[in-house]
């Protein structure tokens, strides 16, 4: 079972970007992008005690800072282009002023939340007794490949309908949950892990581009 004192909500908020530079304080939605996890964090408390923020940026600090959330710094070469978010995690984990077994891990880059996610992501994981929890989005798309030039199915069959189609999943980054003995070992999810399924319209804000953030004020302003 989940001890919500020894569990953190964790931002990672990396300053370089090259698509949007300064992509987590940007505006969206009449504040900082990173601030709408802080939020939902902050209105979680009854689940997870504590909240961090891990950086390398001097002004992302100072900007969590004002709002009372601990920030980790996070080494220069944790916060390239080609580090993981589970190598920062690990260093969270390993250097953080607490003691945790769970760690809850939300993106900024994935600022909008539907209602009562938390709730069923923490009842999913302890009924089921997982070690780690993901959120995944319903796909039906038709997919498929250029071979020779030429269009191959990859997920049905020409002619197939749509519902007759075997259930497929997307990762959407909502939310991960994740015990910190899995972290320790530069590992997100686990042997014992668990799935929720969300097909929120929230589900397909992921912020990486200008079109994206267009996107996911649309979402904001349509179904909040």
């Known amino acids: ?12 908020a990396r300053g370089g970007s090259k698509r949007i530079p300064g992509k987590n304080l940007i505006p969206f939605g009449g504040k900082a992008l990173i601030d709408h996890s802080i939020a939902y964090a902050q209105s979680h408390k009854q689940l997870a005690r504590h909240l961090l923020v891990t950086t390398d940026s ?22 390239s282009d080609t580090a993981t978010t589970v190598s920062a995690l690990q260093h969270l984990v390993q250097t953080a002023p607490m003691d945790l077994d769970w760690i809850i891990l939300l993106q900024a880059t994935n600022p909008l939340r539907p209602e009562g996610l938390m709730k069923d992501a923490i009842e999913t994981i302890n009924s089921q007794q997982g070690d780690s929890l993901m959120c995944v989005s319903t796909f039906d798309k038709k997919l498929g490949k250029l071979t020779d030039g030429k269009f191959e199915p990859y997920n049905y069959h020409l002619g197939q309908r749509s519902q007759d189609m075997e259930p497929l999943y997307r990762e959407n980054g909502l939310l991960y949950v994740s015990h ?23 589900a397909d804000a992921d912020i990486d581009t200008p079109e994206d953030l267009n996107f996911a004020e649309f979402l904001l302003k349509t179904y909040a």
């Open 1 to 12: 079972m989940i001890d919500p004192a020894k569990t953190a909500f964790v931002i990672p």
């Open 58 to 79: 001097p002004e992302i600090k100072a900007h969590c800072e004002n709002q009372n959330v601990t920030v980790i710094d996070r080494p220069a070469d944790l916060a």
């Open 180 to 202: 910190t003995d899995l972290l320790k070992k530069g590992m997100l999810l686990g042997p014992k892990q668990t799935v929720l399924i969300c097909d929120h319209p929230f």
